[in-house]
């Protein structure tokens, strides 16, 4: 199972799959990079990322086409009991607006204007 804040939930490897191509339809060269922060327990683990990809269209205005925007998350996984090698249940955390802000930001220092 999948449960991410802005998606929504997902369950089995189907449904999931179908999300994140939807993600990687509208932004190509989408990235996810671990930080190398993370936190774990017996079952499971937390870890920071930085996500980002560059603008397609128009979306955040002519000029951010091309600019690359960044979102930080953090996503916990709960792995399998009987395995325990397999992931039951993922729930990715980000903020929504963060994409905005980011490129928001990016035309900002381009201009010379302080944020």
Known sequence: MLDDVIGGVYRGWPAIREY????????PDLTLVPT???????????????MSASVRDESFGPDAVGMRWEANGMSYLIFDGDAGNRVARE?????????????????AAIRGESR
Do not use: K
């Open 20 to 27: 994140f191509q939807h993600g990687l339809d509208r932004y």
């Open 36 to 50: 190398g922060e993370f936190w774990h327990r017996d079952d499971g683990v937390a870890l920071t990322w930085v």
């Open 91 to 107: 729930v990715d955390y980000h903020d929504g607006g963060s994409r905005a802000r980011s490129i928001e930001a990016a035309l």
